[in-house]
């Protein structure tokens, strides 16, 4: 059954918020209504986002590693935010796995947001019903835009390729692959969510070298069994170079 | 949790409802078998079931402020196959409708013998209504209770624990109200309730504190490790990614200091169980209005904080990732 997801590449975010701004653009001016905001320029400005990017550091002074991690709707294959809804209103799609919320049947009881362990859904608290990140359902098979273009503003909008868009039940697929090659992993595996998104874990590029690797066997010097030609003898150097 | 005062109405204006409803009826069973006398029809059982359902009512209204669209709460019937609190949407109507029967039943009089078990016991109408709602009652307990115990990862909550203590405490609080109501329609039913009342109130204190004492030791299964996927001991939010509030930090925080939920769990043991024991006590040797009447505020009152307290306390695992702006 296919699964859409994004896969999040925490070795290379840099914590920018380009896809927390373009999310809010796109959505915000999408077909399923605007994304309220609550005095955005005076001194306690709030809203409603679907998409976040925190940073954490990891480990103690001088040996510290600064995580930025990007936070939206992990669209987990066992959504616990579905069966508590009491109208109906909280559904994951058949068809491509998408974690979804009908903005008119949805009466704005909570419930979904105490049942979600990661926060990932948020009250608009203008129109009074719940939202979430919708994998940008409305661009994702719109046929007017070019094929390339037909992916989460997320995605589009990362300019370091830390955000890939697919379907993670195809063991062929880009994600897929990334998740299998780069050890990705899911958030909170604890609670049996069974997230479909993953995340790729930092790593660092780096080989091992052994003090025999850094003599050369193979010295010619060494192999004919010659001394060093001491320093102020002339070497072969000196000789050949005419 | 921050804890959301139509959802505290809503639970302990209908768990006192419920559990006067129950003190009714196991004062009808009582009579049935000839341990009490009978009471009257119209004054006892129609107006106590009258005040049941405007208990039951007032938690109805409490509970349409929690809701952003409340026009459309017809709507939360639909699921009741998967969720809890579909479920109570369908057993506090079906509860309130039968209360409501049972009191006319009882007011108007129109309470014929419908069969006879054995030959010897006599079932009338009022006693089978009041069985089938006695049935809704426990049923709408339990959907209360498990609305918040089916929540696994709020750990505070997942524990049957949960379920038992709204049943007993609303139980509790129904059986001080009933004491009170026949104090004041002058029943002999007066010490029969206090008594009741009295060995509820113990025995959900003894829930309670276990439920005190369970939570006190609770080790939380989510870490700032499995939050972000890490494995380090040391991890530091430096940044939530907003400098200003968002629902995810109004909803999840009370925002109140240990010191102040330290009091309000003391505040609400003394009022729940230490005040209303020993008033009700008192009352069985003095009755009087005024104690009962107070041994039911003192609870009632109590039971907010409890409720407070009981929301505040759950420790959601969405605020790992709001620790630091």
């Known amino acids: ?242 | 949790m921050h804890p959301a005062f139509s959802v505290i109405f809503l639970t302990t204006l209908i768990g006192a409802g419920q559990g006067l409803f129950l003190a009714l009826y196991t004062g009808q069973l009582y009579s049935v078998f000839n341990v009490l006398p009978v009471q009257d029809s119209h004054g006892f059982y129609g107006f106590g079931s009258l005040l049941a359902l405007v208990l039951l009512v007032g938690g109805l209204i409490a509970s349409f402020f929690h809701l952003g669209h409340p026009e459309r709460a017809w709507r939360s019937a639909a699921m009741w196959r998967t969720s809890w609190l579909s479920r109570e949407v369908l057993a506090l109507p079906a509860f309130m409708g039968m209360t409501t029967l049972y009191g006319i039943v009882h007011y108007f009089d129109i309470n014929p013998t419908l069969f006879t078990i054995s030959g010897a016991f006599d079932v009338d109408a009022s006693l089978l209504v009041g069985a089938i709602s006695t049935g809704l009652a426990l049923l709408l307990f339990i959907c209360t209770g498990m609305i918040y115990a089916c929540i696994k990862f709020l750990q505070e909550w997942a524990s049957p624990l949960t379920v038992i203590n709204y049943t007993l405490l609303g139980t509790a609080s129904g059986f001080t109200l009933a004491t009170l109501f026949a104090y004041f329609s002058e029943s002999e039913l007066v010490s029969f309730y206090a008594g009741w009342a009295i060995v509820i109130t113990l025995l959900s204190a003894v829930t309670r504190i276990s439920s005190l004492i369970r939570n006190a030791r609770i080790k939380h299964r989510s870490t700032l490790a499995t939050a972000i996927g890490i494995r380090h001991a040391s991890i530091q939010q430096k940044s939530r990614g907003f400098m200003a509030g968002s629902f995810n930090t109004r909803e999840y925080f009370h925002g109140m200091s240990q010191a102040f939920m330290k009091n309000m769990k003391w505040i609400f043991l003394v009022m729940v169980f230490v005040i209303p024991v020993v008033l009700l006590v008192a009352g069985l040797t003095q009755p009087s209005l005024v104690i009962f009447a107070v041994a039911f505020i003192a609870q009632y009152t109590g039971l907010i904080a409890e409720r407070w307290f009981f929301f505040a306390q759950a420790n959601h695992p969405q605020n790992l990732y709001y620790q630091t702006i």
């Open chain 1, 1 to 242: 059954m296919k699964q859409l997801a994004l896969v999040i590449d925490l070795n290379v975010c840099v914590g920018c918020h380009a896809c927390v701004t373009s999310c809010k653009e796109w959505n915000t001016s999408g077909t399923a209504g605007f994304m309220s905001d609550f005095n955005p320029y005076g001194e306690d400005p709030t809203g409603t986002f679907f998409n976040r990017v925190q940073t954490f550091e990891v480990g103690e002074f001088p040996n510290t590693q600064t995580v930025h991690f990007p936070k939206s709707c992990l669209h987990c294959e066992e959504p616990p935010c579905v069966p508590v809804c009491p109208t109906g209103a909280s559904y994951k799609r058949e068809e491509d796995g998408i974690v979804l919320v009908d903005y008119d049947k949805c009466i704005g009881c909570k419930y979904c947001t105490w049942a979600c362990p990661y926060g990932a859904r948020e009250l608009d608290e203008n129109l009074k019903v719940m939202k979430k990140c919708t994998l940008c359902v409305d661009r994702i098979y719109d046929e007017s835009l070019p094929e390339d273009r037909r992916k989460p503003a997320c995605v589009l909008a990362c300019p370091t390729n830390a955000r890939l868009f697919g379907d993670v039940n195809d063991s062929e697929s880009v994600v897929s692959n990334s998740i299998r090659e780069n050890g990705g992993y899911q958030l909170m595996p604890e609670w049996g969510t069974k997230p479909a998104n993953h995340y790729l874990p930092r790593r660092k590029t780096s080989i091992t070298i052994h003090a025999d690797e850094l003599t050369r066997i193979d010295n010619p010097l060494k192999k004919e069994q010659l001394p060093l030609p001491d320093d102020d003898e002339q070497t072969l150097d000196d000789i050949m170079s005419w």
